[in-house]
C-alpha cells in the first residue's frame, strides 16, 4: 500500500467544480480502495455511458431573463430542501474517511439538504442520525427473508429515519474488495445461510435469486410502513408502473452507478420513458452519472423530482471530510444556480424539456 | 522466441470473465501463434466489428421477478445440453497446448455441453471422440472432390461424430502460419493436386474456385447422410433460403470470426434477416465475437438457437488445458446465468427481442 | 514562468494558414496567459464543438466556373468592407502584445476591414480609434445600472464610434487570470458595490443577475442612441426575433467561444435557425470557431452576413504585432477567396446554402 | 537529410497487400518527397474521408456460387485491359526514383493494364510511350490559354497518346516542394507570365482564375482532337451533365486524392450521384482512397467504369521501380479476383450495388 496523503482539515484551493476533487481523493486512497469506489462491472460499458450521455444534450442560453427572484428549493414528501441534491446511499464509507457516514450526513444537513443511508453503512444507524440532527433517509437491502427485513426496517423506523429507498437491483452480493475487519456492515444481522444446492442446481438461480425479493415481496413491504417508500434501481416503465400501482411513493431511476449489469442503457436514457409512464403519480428520483450542476439541470429537464449524487460526494469526503463533502454539495448548487441563471430559469420546476436540445450526432471526444 | 512460461495446473486466481484469462495465454504462446489465433483479415475492420456490434445492444434490468426455477438447458438435435454453448472448430489445437482438441472435447462434456471438431484437427477423429466420451459435432471442409469430401465424410460418421457442420465460406486457403512438423492436419488426405493454370489463366477462379464446393454440391453431400447438417458461414438471407430448402437442418450464421473476407459486416448484424428468412424451418447458429455472457444473450435476443464460442477458450486451452477450457465455458454458463437472472429471464426460450434494446449512437471508446 | 520569446518585427516565414500561427504565439505568451485565451468553461464541450461543427459541412468544387469577376466585398450599415472579417471584441490586448487593442485596431483598417473594441479593452477607446484612423465598433457590457452604462455608451459615441454591440450572455464575471497591475479595464469606473446579501440570499440570484441586463434594459438602451446597435449572445431563435422586434439592427450568434455555459451547441448548429427567424429584418454575425477561410465561406452559406474572429487574430498579435494581426486577416481573405473561386462563388451574396451538402456522419478524427 | 536504403532490385518478402509497401518506401524517400507524396491540403478532413468512405461500404460472401469462369476484363474506348486498374496521373515521378514515369508506365503495360501520363511528367511524352511500348493515355493540365494548351495536345496527340484526361479541379499551383533543378516539368514550355494586378485586385481572381479553363474552354477543346476526352476532377452531378453534354466521353470523380480543397466530401460519396445522372452516356471512373482490391470492388459497386489508383503505386515505384510498381497492380488484381470469387462475382459487370451492403454508423477505429 503506498503512503497516503493525511485528510485535509480546509477544502483545497483552486476548486471550481467536484471533479476538481477527484486528484485529491485518489491521491488520499489506498489503490484498491479507489478502484472499488470508481469501478463499473465488466467491459464498463454502462459505467462510461452514463456521464457521455449527459454530453448529447445541449443547454440554450436565454440572456436578458428576469431571474432575480431565482431559487433551488424543493418539496419533497412534505420536507422542503434548499436544493435537490440528495447523496446517494454509498456503502461503507468509513473507508473513505474515518468519520463515514456521520460526516456525509452532517454535511448534507449543514447544507440544508438531504442524505440516504446506505443498509452497508460502517456506522450505527442510530449515531449517523445523531450526527446529521435531522430526520435522514433509509436504503434497504432485502435480508434474504420478510422476518430478518421486517427487523432491520422496524430498527430503522425506530431510530427515526423518515424515507424508505427500496433497493432492488443488485439481488447478487459479489465483494470486490475485502473490507478491512474494522469496517463491516454494523446494522446487519450475519446473513442468513445460502441455500443448500443440489449439484444439478445453479448458484445463481436456486441460491441468489432465491434469497431475492420479489413483486409479492414489495407489496408485503408496502404494507409494513407507513413512511415513504421508493424503489431504487428502475430501468424499464413497465417496471415503473408496477411500483406505482402497489402504492409505492416512488422511484429511483438508476444503474447502479454502472457496478452491476454491464449494458444496460445510460441511466439518463431511461429517465423519459419512466417519467411519461408515471406521469406524476409518483416522485421520480434520477442517479448514475452526476458529475455537475449542469447534469443536475439536465436530468431535471427530462423529468426527474430530484437527484442522487454519488461518487462525487465520496471524493469531498476522502479529501476533506464533512467539510470536504459539504463543498460538494455547495459547487453542485452554485453551478446550478448559474446554469439556471444563464437559460433564464428561476425556479427548478421551470426546468422543462422545452430548455433544452437532444443532438444524436454530437459526441465528446 | 521469448522464453514461454509453462501451462497451468490450476486455473488461475483472480478470473472474473473469459478475457481475463487472455493476457496468461498471451504469456504462454509464441508470439506467431498468438498471433495465428487473434489475427483478422487484411484491416482487421471486420475482426473489430464482430465485438463492437454487441455493445450497441443494451440490455434492461427487470428486479423483482420470478427467476427461482431458472436453467440454461436447450435441446438441439434431439441431444439436451445443460447450456448453449458449443465450441467453434479451430484449427491445430496441439498448436496451443499438447493435449490440443481432445482437452477441449473433454472439458466441453464435462461441463454437459458441446463441442465441434475441425478438419483441420491436430489429432485424430477417433481419439478426440474417445477423449470426449460423447458424440461430437465433425466440422467438414470440401476435400477438393467429391469422392474425397466422401471418404472423409464416412470415416467421421464411423467414428460416432453425429452432426456435420459443412464451412463454405474460406475456399481459399492461405497459409498464415508456419506449422511445425509435429503439427499437421492428420486427418486429411494429401492434399489433390492444385489445377495447372495457363498464363492467362486466374489462380483464383481457375484454380482454388475451381476446388471450392458450389450448390449442386451442398445438394450432393445432403444425400450422402442422414445425420444433421449445417452449413458454416452463412451471411445473406438468401443463402440461408437456399441452405434450408436443399433439405439442411440448419446454419451458422458467422463471419469467420473476421479471418476471411475484411469488410463484411459483423456477424451479429446478420443475424436477424436471417432469423426472419428462415423462420423456424431450420436451426440458426451464431458465431463470431461471442466474449462473455452478456454477448450469448443478446445473440439469443436476436434469435440465435445456439452460439459457438471460438478464441475464448483457446485462451483457457492454451493457459491451463482442459482445466482451462472448462473453466472458460463455466464462466459463460455463469455469467449468462446471471445476465438472465437480472432481466427475469428463466429460461433461454425467454429471451426474446423484448428484452432488449438496440442503440445506434452509443459506443464504447 | 519560462524565458519568452521577443515578439517578431516580421511575420514568420512558411505559413499559409492562421493556424501556423498557433506555436508561434505559444511560446511567446506566458503559460497562464496562454490557457486564459484559449480555456472553455467547465468540460469544454462547447468549445470543442465549435470547430467541429464546420467539419460536418462539405464544400463542392465547381470547376471551369468563369470568376475572374470575383470579391470578398460586403457592405454593413453603410460602410464597404473589403472582405467580411471583424476582429472580435477581445479583452485586455495588451495581455498578448503591449501595443494592445491598437495593433489589432490598425491591422483591421490596414486590411480594409472593422473590428471591434471591448469594454474591457487595455487601452483607451480615444487612442484605439485615433491608431486605428477611422471609426471602428464598441462592445458595450453592461454597467450594473443604465445610469453608469449610459455614462460609458456615450463616452464611447463621443469618442466616434460608429456601431454598438451588446453583449448579453455572460452576466456572470468569474476571472479566471490574476491580471497585472499594468493591465487593467482602463476604460470603466470601478465597479459598483456588489448586492449586500442575506443569509438566505444566492450569490447567482441575488447577486449577479439583480446586476444584469434584462430585456426593458434593451428596450431602453435602443433609445439612447441612434448607431447601429446590434445583441451579442444570441442563440435561441425567439431571443433573436425580440432583439430585432425591439428596433436592433442585428445580433451577434456566438457562444462566446465556449467561454461561458459548457454544453451549449455549437454556435454554427445555432445559426440557421436564428437565420431563418430573422429572415432580413437585422443583420446576423456570426462568432465562435472561425479558424480558416473555409470556415467562413460556410458561415455565409448557412445565412451569416459577416462574421467576427478571435483567437486567430491574437495568435497573430502575440507573434508580430499589428503586423500578425494584419497578415491573419490577409491569410483568411486568401483562402476565403480561393475557396469561392474553386466552388465557382463570384461574390459573398453567391454564397448560399446550395453550395455546401451537410452531413451527419462524417467526423474528423 | 537522412541516409537513404537504396532501391530494392526485387520485390520485398511478406508482402500481402499495397499498403505493406509503404514503410519501405517511407524509408526509401526524404522527408519532405514523402510529405509531398502523402500530404492533403489544409487539415488533411477531405485526405482522411477517401479512405473511410470505403469502411462503410460492406461486402457479403455469397459461398457455394460458380465462379470458375471469373475474369476481371473491361473495354474502354476500344481497348480491352486485362483488369480495370488505371495508373492516376502523378507529377514529377523522378522524385520517387530515377526511372520515374518509364517505368510506372512500362509496369502497366506488363500487367495488361493502362496508365496516364501527367503534364507534369519529368520525363518527355515520346520516352515514356517509348518505354510502354503501347499507346497511353495523356493528363491535361490547361495552359494559360488556348494556343498554348492546343501546342501541348497537338504535340501529344503526335506522340501517340491515345486517351485525353482534361484535369480542371486545381486551377491555382501552389509548389509545396522546392523540386530540384534535374526533377522539372519537362514537357511544358515556360510558364505565361502572371497577370499584372492593380492593388485593388485579386491574386486569386485576377490572377489565376484568369488564367484558368471555363466551360467555353471545355468547348473549345472538344472541338480539337477526335481522341477519348475525359474530364477530371468532378464531384457535382450538374458539372458531369454538362461534361457529357459537351460531348465528352466520360469523366473523372476524384477529389484530387484530398489534395486541392479541404472540405470536399470524400470521392467515393459523390460518385453515386454522378453515375446516376450520367446513365451511361458517357464513362465514369473512379479516383481518391482505393488501397486495396476491396475498394476497387466498392467503387464498381456503386456504379464505376474503371478506377484510378495514385499514391499505392508510387509506393511500389520507390521501393523497387517498374518491378515494384508492376507487383502493386497485380497485388491489386489479386485483392480484386478474391473478393470477387468470395462474393460469388464472375465478372466486373456483375459487380452492381446488390452486392454491397451501405451502413451509416460502423466506424473503423
Redesign the interface.
Known amino acids: 500500500m503506498n503512503e497516503l496523503l493525511p485528510k485535509l482539515s480546509t477544502v483545497p484551493e483552486g476548486i471550481h ?1 467536484p471533479s476538481d476533487y477527484l486528484p485529491y481523493a485518489k491521491e488520499r486512497l489506498p489503490p484498491e480502495i479507489w478502484r472499488y469506489l470508481e469501478e463499473g462491472s ?2 464498463n ?1 454502462s459505467l ?2 452514463n456521464p ?1 450521455a ?19 428549493k424543493i418539496t419533497l414528501f412534505g420536507q422542503t430542501l434548499a436544493h435537490p441534491v440528495i447523496l446517494a446511499p454509498l456503502a461503507y464509507q468509513q473507508l473513505y474517511h474515518p468519520h463515514g457516514e456521520s460526516a456525509s450526513a452532517m454535511a448534507a444537513s449543514a447544507q440544508e439538504g438531504q442524505s440516504c443511508v446506505s443498509s452497508l453503512a460502517s456506522q450505527t444507524l442510530e449515531d449517523i442520525i445523531s450526527a446529521a440532527g435531522q430526520p435522514l433517509w433509509f436504503q434497504l437491502y432485502w435480508q434474504e427473508n420478510r422476518e430478518r427485513t421486517l427487523k432491520l426496517l422496524q430498527r430503522t423506523i425506530a431510530a427515526g429515519y423518515n424515507a424508505i429507498i427500496f433497493t ?2 443488485a ?2 452480493k459479489q465483494a470486490t474488495i475485502q473490507l478491512p475487519t474494522t469496517i463491516q456492515p454494523i446494522n446487519l444481522d450475519l446473513p442468513a445461510p445460502f441455500p443448500a444446492l443440489l449439484p444439478q442446481q ?5 441460491g ?3 434469497q431475492a ?3 409479492e ?2 407489496a408485503w413491504l408496502r404494507d409494513q410502513t407507513s413512511l415513504p417508500l421508493l424503489v431504487k ?4 416503465s413497465e ?1 415503473a408502473e ?1 411500483v406505482i400501482n402497489l402504492g409505492c411513493d416512488g422511484l429511483v431511476v438508476s ?1 447502479h452507478g454502472g457496478r ?7 441511466s439518463l ?1 431511461c429517465l423519459p420513458p419512466i417519467v411519461s409512464a408515471i406521469s406524476g403519480r409518483g416522485k421520480v428520483l434520477f442517479d448514475s452519472g452526476i458529475r ?1 450542476g ?1 447534469d443536475i439541470y ?1 436530468a431535471f429537464a427530462l423529468g426527474a423530482d430530484a437527484v442522487m449524487v454519488g461518487r462525487p460526494y465520496i471524493w469531498g469526503l476522502a479529501t476533506a471530510g464533512a467539510l470536504g463533502v459539504a463543498h460538494i454539495i455547495r459547487l453542485l448548487r ?1 453551478e446550478l ?7 433564464g430559469t ?1 425556479s427548478i420546476q421551470e426546468i422543462t424539456q422545452e430548455k433544452i ?1 437532444i ?7
Chains 1, 2, 3, 4 share one sequence.
Open positions: 467544480s465488466a467491459n460499458v462510461q455511458a457521455h449527459f454530453d448529447s444534450i445541449h443547454l440554450i442560453p436565454r440572456p436578458l431573463s428576469d431571474v432575480r427572484s431565482g431559487h433551488t432492488v437491483d439481488p447478487v445453479s448458484q445463481v438461480f436456486n441468489w435469486m432465491a425479493p420479489r413483486w415481496d414489495l434501481g428502475i430501468l424499464h417496471d408496477k444503474n452491476v449489469l454491464d449494458g444496460t442503457p445510460a436514457a455537475n449542469r439536465k452554485d444556480e448559474l446554469t439556471m441563471a444563464l437559460t428561476a436540445q443532438s444524436r450526432n454530437q459526441n465528446r471526444n
